[in-house]
């Protein structure tokens, strides 16, 4: 992008990512932003973007997300799985709160269907 600032490399669930960029002009000191992303599991992406934000001396009022997956919060260290939680205190967000707007357990509820039930495709 022309007149861009990006954020360091990151690491997701999927693995190395190049940093995320915005226009240097559409971040300003003191503005207050609320970063939207669509599933936080790692906390990867999420913490580039408020890195990013924090760079050009915005204040990230907190994050939220459609689901999250809270195995990635804190997970006990023997698991092996990365911390969401331990992620943010290196990068110095500790501060930053994280909001979900579906819980990753209703995703887990099986649909009670009719029971001759056929999915044709259609709206009914």
């Known amino acids: 992008m022309p007149n861009s600032v990006s954020s360091d490399d990151y690491t997701t669930e999927y693995g190395n990512r190049q940093g995320l960029t915005v ?3 559409k971040i300003q000191k003191n503005h ?4 939207i992303d669509d599933l936080v599991a790692t906390g990867g992406t999420l913490g580039s973007a408020v890195s990013l934000v924090k760079m050009l001396g915005g204040v990230v009022v907190e994050c939220a997300c459609v689901v999250e997956l809270k195995m990635f919060i804190d997970p006990p260290e023997e698991s092996g799985l990365p911390s969401r ?16 707007l579906i819980s990753e357990d209703i995703l ?4 009670d269907l009719p029971q001759h ?3 044709d495709g259609e709206e009914h």
């Open 23 to 25: 226009q240097k002009d």
């Open 32 to 35: 207050r932003v609320l970063i």
């Open 85 to 100: 939680k331990k992620l943010f205190a290196e990068l110095g967000h500790h501060d930053v709160g994280v909001w979900g």
């Open 108 to 111: 887990t509820n099986k649909a």
């Open 117 to 119: 039930y056929v999915d």
